[in-house]
T-cell receptor, first 112, second 111 residues
Framework: DAGVTQSPTHLIKTRGQHVTLRCSPISGHKSVSWYQQVLGQGPQFIFQYYEKEERGRGNFPDRFSARQFPNYSSELNVNALLLGDSALYLC???????????FGSGTRLTVV | QKEVEQNSGPLSVPEGAIASLNCTYSDRGSQSFFWYRQYSGKSPELIMFIYSNGDKEDGRFTAQLNKASQYVSLLIRDSQPSDSATYLCAPETGNFNKFYFGSGTKLNVKP
């Protein structure tokens, strides 16, 4: 079975631009979460979606938004990019049964 | 934001020794606790989880949980150089499996 897939793997954007990151969960997993990880820190919770509904949001500005589609894939959108948005963005999926999340390989976003 | 505290390290242990990694958390409502390993430049991978107070063993790994003290730990026996990584503690909180991660403890196992 395919794991959690994320695209693109790397991305370079300019300040002020918009970016869309994509995630396909493991087949059968209905819960998808997004995390931001900057160098030297643990992953910071951004969003969680379950059954296409937002179930949680971390302390991130409204420039960050996400959605989950009927096939349970998900997008993370970030508007008006700042240099501080440069990070590894991780998507993780779960079967929703409290057996942990499986992470994708992440998207490395660099804002210049 | 839920608080999860870990010693950032680095924790250095010789090959074959026991590595002890500790974590405290603030949310008394947390019921499930997960340990992830993250190699440099890679994404986190699940090592093990624990729900009940006490110890849970899985191969060379033992997770220990004390909900009264809001403390969870991970012991790695017979540490190997391949265990060198950052170990992340993640209590699950609320419904729908929201995880908040600590900043991680960097472990170096010296040959």
């Amino acid at each position: 079975d395919a794991g959690v897939t994320q695209s693109p793997t790397h991305l370079i954007k300019t300040r002020g631009q918009h970016v869309t990151l994509r995630c396909s969960p493991i087949s059968g997993h209905k819960s998808v979460s997004w995390y931001q990880q900057v160098l030297g820190q643990g992953p910071q919770f951004i969003f969680q979606y379950y059954e296409k509904e937002e179930r949680g949001r971390g302390n991130f500005p409204d420039r960050f938004s996400a959605r989950q589609f009927p096939n349970y894939s998900s997008e993370l959108n970030v508007n008006a990019l700042l240099l501080g948005d440069s990070a590894l963005y991780l998507c993780a999926s779960s079967s929703g049964s409290a057996y942990g999340y499986t992470f994708g390989s992440g998207t490395r976003l660099t804002v210049v | 934001q839920k608080e999860v505290e870990q010693n950032s390290g680095p924790l250095s242990v010789p090959e074959g020794a026991i590595a002890s990694l500790n974590c405290t958390y603030s949310d008394r409502g947390s019921q499930s606790f997960f340990w992830y390993r993250q190699y440099s430049g890679k994404s986190p991978e699940l090592i093990m989880f624990i729900y009940s107070n006490g110890d849970k063993e899985d191969g060379r790994f033992t997770a220990q949980l004390n909900k009264a003290s809001q403390y969870v730990s991970l012991l790695i026996r017979d540490s190997q150089p391949s265990d060198s990584a950052t170990y992340l503690c993640a209590p699950e909180t609320g419904n729908f499996n929201k995880f908040y991660f600590g900043s991680g403890t960097k472990l170096n196992v010296k040959p």
